[in-house]
């Protein structure tokens, strides 16, 4: 089993940053097949924002592209999202998602509220 713990999240004003930080149990970077970050509003369905693929690819959200920066730090078990240029529409619960063959793997969610 692993365990995906969150981070990072808070208040912060309309075109500031966050950095969203997702740390795994155990290493899973050498057995994932995409790891991820999704949102969801209340009433509305979860919505994948960023993706990155073990061949190193990457892909986002429509809504999130050139601000959001997906990452990851084999050594810390870690991976990140980095929010840049934030707007109130992106004020919501995030989670993280790792996948390898077979499984998957979600976290509890971190909260963004981005408002002046």
């Known amino acids: 089993q692993v365990q995906l713990v969150e981070s990072g999240g808070g208040l912060v004003q309309p075109g500031g940053s966050l950095r969203l930080s997702c740390l795994a149990s155990?290493?899973?970077?050498?057995?994932?097949?995409?790891m991820g970050w999704s949102r969801q509003a209340p009433g509305k369905q979860r919505e994948l924002v960023a993706r990155l693929r073990s061949g190193g690819s990457t892909n986002y959200a429509d809504s999130v592209k050139g601000r959001f920066t997906i990452s990851r730090d084999n050594a810390k078990n870690t991976v990140y999202l980095q929010m840049n240029s934030l707007k109130p529409e992106d004020t919501t619960v995030y989670y993280c998602n790792i996948n390898g063959v077979g499984t998957s793997y979600w976290g509890q969610g971190t909260r963004v509220t981005v408002s002046s």
């Open positions: 155990r290493n899973m970077f050498r057995f994932y097949t995409t």
